[in-house]
């Protein structure tokens, strides 16, 4: 459907083109198709009687919940099959995060009670992770995982509100706000800023609060798979090290040990194959 309405955009920018007016061919340097919000397993249609009118769940939930479910509910380019009771965890997330922010703007404001004036470690590692992931999320329209790792950080603040401080929270609301901007916004003024959220710059990553990136590779002898190991992404080139790793692997260690190893194979990132005698 959309890539016939693209068309005519294609041939209006060719005409303009060719005349002279633009020193362009094509509109679009890339173009992204999104799925389609079915209901029930079907196409939504009026014959059907499983359309969707919106302005009954933004009554019903608020306009930030619905967003957030929308966005949530698959993969962009897929879509997903819109459900009455799904919508409703969206907007009991928002409510734990307005119950979260307030409670720990509360902590920040009487000392006594243990709030944190500096976030712990712990903390600057979990909010650190959650700007990475949904700073690269969004650029790829990776909505519904940035989403979940909204949620998790959520539940971070839920167990963990006297490791937070405030500057902590208002990176999570800047975050936050490109899915939520009405519950963002109110919050933000709660907590005493006379700015917009949306008018504040991203958060920037600390690299030091930032776990290493490991990576999986495949452990194989004479070729059947017997195990797996994980390394960090910055050693990956380094054979030995994976080598250290799959000896020292009990899955892996059954199938080599008193046999004599003829070669390794080892493609960086995805595999190493030992070769024994039979």
């Not at 009954?56 to 509910?73: K, N, T, V």
């Not at 879509?79 to 409703?88: E, K, L, N, P, T």
């Not at 969206?90 to 307030?102: E, G, I, P």
């Amino acid at each position: 459907h959309a890539v016939m309405h693209l068309l005519y955009t294609r041939f209006i920018t060719m005409v303009l083109h060719d005349l002279g007016f633009i020193d362009f061919a094509e509109p679009f340097k890339k173009f992204r198709a999104h799925g389609l919000i079915i209901r029930g397993g079907a196409k939504m249609s009026k014959s059907k009687g499983n359309v969707v009118n919106p302005n009954e769940y933004m009554d019903a939930y608020g306009s930030d919940a619905l967003r957030m479910y929308l966005l949530f509910i698959g993969p962009y380019s897929l879509g997903g099959d819109f459900s009455d009771r799904a919508i409703a965890g969206a907007y009991r997330f928002l409510n734990k995060t307005w119950q979260n922010t307030l409670e720990i703007s509360f902590l920040s404001h009487n000392t006594s009670k243990g709030a944190a004036t500096i976030a712990s470690n712990q903390t600057q590692e979990s909010i650190n992770q959650l700007v990475k992931k949904v700073t690269t999320d969004l650029e790829s329209l990776k909505f519904n995982t940035a989403i979940a790792a909204i949620m998790k950080f959520n539940n971070f603040l839920a167990k963990h509100k006297d490791q937070v401080d405030l500057q902590t929270i208002k990176k999570y609301l800047i975050i936050l706000s490109v899915f939520a901007p009405f519950t963002s916004e109110e919050l933000w003024q709660r907590l005493g800023e006379q700015d917009l959220v949306h008018a504040q710059d991203w958060p920037t990553l600390e690299d030091k609060f930032l776990e290493p990136e490991e990576s999986v590779i495949a452990i194989q002898v004479n070729g059947k798979l017997r195990g797996t190991v994980e390394i960090q992404s910055a050693k990956i080139k380094n054979q030995k090290e994976v080598e250290k790793l799959a000896r020292s692997t009990p899955k892996v260690a059954k199938y080599i040990q008193g046999k004599i190893v003829i070669k390794t194979v080892y493609v960086p990132g995805k595999v190493l194959n030992v070769v024994i005698s039979e």
